[in-house]
């Protein structure tokens, strides 16, 4: 069953407003999950529970949101930056996110600004398509 | 969560769901004051009451290995006050649960009416906060809230 991507921007935008108690207009395609909607770590459970019962799909927690386990690793993340080796490990992880303004100052502490709208929709449609 | 604050469970299905029994009562000194003249129970003690209800029924899937904490109050809407006198029957459901969390779905009922709808996600925190260390033994889950329930789980095996 193919799902359009306005279908999927829609139910994803319907789990925000339920998940974060944001209006639906604050909802953008470019809204960061953390900075503008104000999602809190839990939140991230929250909205990965009800996208897996929005689109009945089976997400991994450290597939959506895999930065967690990059964090500890002192390979990666070098001076509160990700090193080449951990943005390169952190962009393959993550092939539905835009890393294009991240890549220029890696610091850990804008990870949260990754975490878009749309990027949930990309990765809703990947695993759409993988599934269908 | 080593203050009770539901009186039994009526029925409990292992990580289903449970239905436990909340007898509301004017010897209890928080109605004294809220409000003077006219007794209601605070909601903040209605969700209290679902999350002892809904978090031992998620501890008990995990056999209280975990350490489940209410993270979050997803959804609390009342429809009317709870006056001393009412028996409150707290019906929880879990929706979800997962190694590093759980999330239930919740009915507050007074005989046939809907008093409210409360809907929670408790996080298994040693699974959570990036590798942030607890006390080894379980301050969630006290001898005492396995008393209250080795009732309701014996009779149903009869």
């Known amino acids: ?39 809190e ?40 930056k990700l090193t080449e080796k951990g943005l390169a490990e952190l962009k393959s992880a993550m092939p539905h996110t835009d890393f294009e303004s991240f890549e220029d100052d890696p610091d850990i502490n804008k990870l949260g600004d990754l975490f878009t709208v749309n990027s949930v929709v990309n990765f809703v449609e990947l695993k759409l398509n993988e599934a269908g | 969560m080593r203050w009770i604050w539901i009186d039994k469970f009526v029925e409990f299905h292992s990580g289903q769901n449970a239905v436990a029994l909340k007898n509301v009562t004017l010897a209890e000194e928080h109605l004294h004051d ?16 679902m999350a002892q209800t ?37 019906h929880a459901k879990i929706e979800t649960i997962t190694t590093e969390a759980a999330s239930t779905i919740g009915k507050v009922t007074r005989g ?26 379980n301050f969630v889950f006290t001898g005492m809230f396995e008393s209250l329930l080795r009732g309701v789980t014996l009779s149903e095996s009869k």
């Open chain 2, 34 to 49: 809220h409000f003077p003249d006219f007794p209601v129970m605070p909601e903040c003690l209605i969700i209290e009451a």
């Open chain 1, 41 to 80: 770590s839990i939140d991230f459970l929250d909205i990965v529970f009800r996208l897996e019962k929005a689109f009945e799909i089976k997400i991994p927690r450290e597939e959506l949101f895999p930065a967690e386990g990059l964090m500890s690793n002192p390979e990666y993340v070098n001076n509160g």
């Open chain 2, 112 to 137: 046939e009416d809907t008093i409210a709808e409360i809907d929670l996600m408790f996080s298994h925190i040693d699974q959570n906060l990036a590798g942030k260390q607890f006390p080894e033994e």
């Open chain 2, 54 to 90: 809904a978090g031992i029924l998620v501890g008990e899937a995990k056999s209280f290995k975990e350490k489940v904490i209410l993270a979050k109050v997803k959804k609390a809407v009342f429809s009317d006050y709870v006056r001393p006198g009412d028996t409150l029957k707290l």
């Open chain 1, 1 to 39: 069953m193919a799902v359009s991507r306005e279908d999927i921007f829609k139910e994803v935008q319907e789990v925000m407003v339920d998940a974060l108690g944001v209006d639906e207009d604050e909802v953008t395609q470019q809204a960061t999950l953390m900075g503008d909607l104000g999602a």
